[in-house]
């Protein structure tokens, strides 16, 4: 009975190891699905502490259990409690919602290679990389003495004591105070494997093992077994585990894919049947104690690999970053320290960095940064005088705050009135941070500088010093017209911290003309944290000029919603520099909101679209995020085709046909977005698959894109969907969605819908809605939305409903125009939707096209445009009628062409800068509708799916022509 005691013993050593891992495991995975970064790292040891208590509780308690039940009867309460907390998951999944992405097997399922074929596999990358082989050594190693120290362990308990209900006892109570070290550990200890460097912590664990080792073999009891278990579990927790893994993290993702399976499967496995077999073999020979002296060469040989790894761990480090095979990105600021904590290494890295130049000498100050930055501040301002003048800014840019007393005493050395930008952000670095260690007399000559920012920040720096007298200085600069002068005026006060001139800057963002100083004022104002800094800045986060763009974004602080919101819209930026800015000041912000990111993919602007997604990947979004925005817009999806269901009840009409049409567009729009961001989520890339499929017009690859979607998404996910994509009209797709989802209802005369549309974020949506309305107005709705219209910042709209307020009011003018023979936007996109080369675009596309547009009269019998003149205009015709003429020998002229309303030349001048082909002259008076080809490409910037078209256009016109020539050749 005590021999199958021991046995069992033995399994449940094994199994609860297995489990502590698995629990690990499984925690910091559920904390990865449900939260973010920040979130998870605080609330994994919690959640697994939650288990270790649950450990501690079930020690303690199996021997009273085991006298209570009797041993032969624990697997039932075993069986009990197991069943017991299956139904608390089971009641968890019906209370939240189930994630997104499902992990199916079957026989498609990618098998596992065998042993043979795996090490085949790496033995390439063992042979070239030390790094490997020292890995392989600390993997292997350690994992052939874990069976034989527990093996030792539960004999010595075994003999030391003599009943089953002894051993139990003493296990129970080891058990749990083991789990009580390991959860103080857990809360309290957290990793200091980071105190000595990689090579040295690597060294602690072997030497334990071989103190543990050898009290067995001088004194084989149980207070060696209680040493060697309790040290080796608090040393792999806190140091040996960590360090481990960062050592594996040295290597890029693609190495990792390959070499931790590897490591895990095959090199685990091999090293346990060893451990196992020796054990076996030695069993009938000699008393384990004598295992010691088995296990001796596999601890000299796990004991010797860190001092390899640290006599060429320099050498190791500095390779691996010149092949670019070092994951740096992967690993935050604690873990490069722990990483590059070795003399040598770090003095390696300095020298790389004395000897570089430009970019590179960058590269390696961001990474010294990261890894010591009080040692880099020294290092830049010996190597500052040997860069160009954009990496001196960006070096000086690199010196730490704490630093700034000592730096600023040498930078003053490298001022120059040649290198301005050099001299400004020296001026900006010893103002903020070093002002009090320099003498303010050496920055007396630049106060009369040319250039007005290092005359101004010159000002600064010496303001502190002499207030009365630079006091007048700046009232002097700011009461002068020209411009270069009142920038430094506005620079120095700005920084003098002088509340006083808020006011000024005030008064001066009322004047006329100032653009060339706005962002000065408005910066200005950010650094004398006047409320009215906050303010200027949203205001002029539209403004015309790029400048005036970029210094409002910079003074925004993106503290909420509503200031993320306003970043989001700058994602859209026509300036790529503005767009960049926008990204990294969202990436960056204290303020995030992931949600609100996701569910902003419903924006209309297609930049703004591509600065989300992009920003998407390096976020860590969550699961949950994901599913919640995945749930609210398959439902904005079928509330699309519900309006577009109830507009079908309309009289007939252009505007009616451009709705429907736009609301079964924004329901595909939606489901593209849906699919990326999963796709974007989805680590196994399946998604990426599904929605290059789905959107195919291939009708078999888009069948097997919904196969894949069925794979990969959970099954209610997948079943709301599928009717969206696979329903051949919007009435089909809303009986089956309504099975599976709740769907708003709209009223079958098309008020609500007309509503929705009015009332909606989309400019687009309420320019069709008042469309609808010019062309149906018996549709009765509440007039309060078109009263709130007029309030509208949007100038499309606002002419809009000046236009549909005259029409009902049967008046011809407005502002002195006559409005009611002006086209409205509504009329202008269903126009440009008969032209051949927009024919295929949606109502937003040509919305934003139509916007850019403007009409213009001509006479009878007046050029509109002469053949061989230069063309950068598109002419559709809206009233009337107009002759193609082309132009012979002698000034001949033949009429080839008559063309009327609706019908467009000049097409090609979007595309090149080829002179006109022939003579377009009125027949009759005209009116056109104009697209010159600088707000087009603007305009096809903003929407590439407009150049596509066009392309496909052309592409079908050549096409034509071909195969017209081979049926003449024929």
């Not at 890029?252 to 590897?262: A, G, L, T, V």
Request: with cysteine; charged share 20%.
């Amino acid at each position: 009975m005590r021999a199958k005691l021991l046995d069992l013993l033995k399994i449940y050593e094994e199994e609860i190891s297995l489990f502590l891992w698995t629990a690990a495991l499984l925690f910091w995975n559920m904390c990865n699905d449900l939260f973010n970064t920040r979130q998870s790292k605080r609330l994994f040891p919690l959640l697994t502490a939650g288990g270790v208590i649950g450990l501690i509780l079930g020690s303690f308690g199996t021997p009273y259990f085991a006298s209570l039940f009797s041993m032969d009867n624990l697997l039932y309460l075993y069986l009990v409690t197991t069943i017991f907390g299956a139904l608390m998951i089971q009641a968890m999944g019906r209370s939240y919602a189930t994630l997104i992405f499902t992990e199916k097997t079957g026989k498609s399922g990618k098998k596992r290679p065998p042993m043979m074929e795996e090490i085949k596999r790496v033995y390439p990358l063992v042979k070239d990389s030390i790094l490997v082989k020292i890995v392989l050594v600390l993997t292997f190693m350690p994992n052939v003495l874990i069976p034989i120290m527990n093996y030792q362990f539960n004999y010595a308990v075994n003999e030391q004591f003599a009943s089953e209900s002894a051993m139990i006892q003493f296990f129970g109570n080891f058990r749990g105070v083991l789990y009580i070290v390991s959860l103080i550990v857990l809360l309290f200890v957290g990793r200091i494997y980071g105190r000595w460097g990689m090579p040295v912590a690597l060294m602690f664990h072997p030497f334990n093992y071989m103190l543990a080792f050898m009290a067995f073999l001088l004194r084989f009891d149980v207070f060696s077994a209680m040493y060697a278990k309790m040290s080796t579990n608090i040393i792999r927790t806190t140091i040996n585990g960590p360090a481990n893994s960062i050592l594996i993290g040295l290597f890029p993702e693609s190495y990792r894919d390959m070499i931790r399976p590897f490591l895990r499967g095959t090199v685990v496995r091999l090293a346990l049947f060893t451990g196992s077999a020796l054990i076996l073999v030695s069993t009938p020979l000699f008393h384990p104690r004598y295992l010691t002296l088995v296990a001796l060469p596999f601890l000299i040989a796990w004991a010797a690999a860190p001092f390899v790894l640290k006599a060429r761990y320099s050498k190791i480090l500095l390779d691996m970053i010149s092949r670019n095979l070092l994951d740096i990105k992967s690993l935050d600021q604690k873990e490069l320290g722990q990483i590059f904590n070795q003399e040598k290494t770090l003095a390696d890295l300095e020298s790389l960095f004395l000897a570089a130049r430009g970019n590179d000498a960058l590269w390696y100050a961001g990474l010294l940064k990261k890894i010591s930055p009080d040692r880099l501040d020294k290092l830049i301002l010996k190597n500052l005088g040997h860069q160009d003048e954009d990496t001196q800014v960006a070096l000086i840019k690199m010196i730490s705050p704490e630093y700034g007393p000592r730096a600023a005493k040498d930078l003053v050395g490298y001022l120059s009135s040649q290198r301005h930008e050099t001299t400004i952000a020296i001026l900006k670095f010893v103002f903020r941070h070093g002002i009090q260690a320099v003498n303010p007399s050496d920055f007396s000559s630049y106060i009369n500088s040319s250039h007005p920012v290092v005359r101004g920040f010159a000002c600064a720096c010496r303001y502190a010093d002499q207030p009365e007298s630079l006091h007048q200085c700046i009232e002097d600069w700011l009461s002068r017209t020209d411009t270069p002068f009142r920038r430094s005026g506005i620079i120095c006060a700005g920084l003098s911290g002088n509340q006083e001139y808020i006011p000024r800057f005030q008064s001066l963002l009322k004047e006329p003309e100032i653009d060339p100083i706005i962002p000065d004022i408005i910066r200005a104002l950010s650094r004398l944290q006047a409320e009215a800094g906050h303010s200027a800045a949203l205001s002029y986060l539209d403004h015309n000029h790029k400048e005036v763009r970029m210094a409002a974004l910079d003074a925004l602080s993106i503290t909420n919603d509503d200031t993320l919101k306003k970043a989001i819209h700058l994602l859209g930026d026509p300036s790529d520099a503005i767009h960049d800015f926008a990204f990294e000041k969202i990436k960056a912000a204290d303020y995030q909101n992931n949600l609100l990111l996701v569910e902003s993919l419903a924006l209309p602007s297609t930049r703004v679209r591509r600065g989300l997604f992009k920003l998407l990947e390096t976020l860590d979004i969550k699961d949950f995020d994901v599913l919640l925005f995945a749930k609210k817009n398959l439902s904005k999806a079928y509330e699309y085709l519900a309006m577009a269901q109830s507009l079908e009840n309309l009289p007939r009409g252009g505007m009616q046909d451009l709705a429907m049409e736009h609301l079964v567009g924004k329901k595909e729009m939606v489901l593209e977005n849906i699919l990326k961001v999963l796709a974007i989520h989805d680590q196994t890339k399946r998604m990426k698959s599904a929605w290059q499929g789905i959107f195919s017009s291939d009708s078999r690859q888009r069948a097997n894109a919904i196969e894949l979607l069925n794979n990969a998404l959970d099954n209610k996910t997948f079943k709301t969907m599928l009717p969206l994509l696979e329903s051949p009209n919007p009435s089909m797709a809303l009986t089956e969605g309504r099975k599976l989802t709740k769907i708003q209802t709209f009223d079958t005369e098309g008020k609500q819908a007309v509503s929705n549309l009015l009332s909606s974020a989309n400019w687009v949506d309420v320019i069709i809605g008042l469309g609808i309305l010019r062309e149906t107005p018996d549709i009765s709705i509440n007039q309060d939305l078109i009263h709130n219209l007029k309030q509208s910042d949007n100038p499309h709209i606002l002419r809009e409903v000046d236009m549909l307020w005259n029409k009902n009011k049967k008046s011809g003018e407005t502002n002195g125009e006559d409005s009611s023979e002006k086209l409205s936007l509504g009329e202008k996109i269903l126009l440009l939707k008969e032209i051949e080369i927009f024919s295929g675009l949606s109502a937003s596309e040509l919305a934003a096209i139509a916007g850019v547009t403007e009409e213009r009269a001509y006479d009878k019998k007046k050029d509109v445009i002469k053949q061989n003149s230069a063309g950068e205009t598109v002419f559709l015709i809206i009233a009337g009628k107009v002759s193609v003429i082309m132009e012979g020998e002698n000034s001949n002229e033949e009429s080839i062409d008559q063309m009327s309303s609706g019908s467009a030349f000049g097409e090609m001048a979007l595309i090149d800068d080829v002179p006109r082909s022939a003579t377009i002259r009125t027949m009759t008076p005209c009116r056109f509708l104009l697209l010159h080809k600088q707000e087009f490409k603007e305009t096809a910037m903003e929407f590439p799916r407009i150049a596509l078209q066009i392309c496909s256009v052309l592409s079908r016109r050549i096409r034509h022509l071909h195969s017209l020539v081979q049926e003449k050749v024929i």
